[in-house]
């Protein structure tokens, strides 16, 4: 059994905006695994942008708190982003404890980009 996914909807950042908020969303570890998607890097950080949304969505009613974007990392990134694997980087609860890992997937056009994120219970 799993929560229902949140879907979440994103517009395709231009290259000079991805390049602007790169350091808030992901760090050198998430980079590289985006690049194995081979995606343009724009649209690879709308997919991490997107997902770490939908995880953050999929766990809100649950935990009751907030999260930074630094708090889950990506550590897998298939080609076009189709699945993608985050890892939480911290503690939040007894069930939601630092290295737990939560599967997301990505479907994109040109301009757009919807993601979700499944977290079994």
Known sequence: MAIPPPLHLNKVL???RAEDLQSHIIDKEERRALQQSGLPFAT????AFSVKESLYKALFPQLGQFMDFADAGIVHCAPEAEQLVLRLN????ANFRAGREFTGGCRHSPHEL???VV???
């Not at 690879?44 to 997919?47: E, H």
């Not at 911290?90 to 609860?93: E, Y």
Request: aromatic share 12%; hydrophobic share 40%; net charge positive.
């Open 14 to 16: 231009k290259n000079r």
């Open 44 to 47: 690879g950080l709308t997919a």
């Open 119 to 121: 977290v079994p219970l």
């Open 114 to 116: 919807l993601s979700w």
């Open 90 to 93: 911290r503690d939040f609860s």
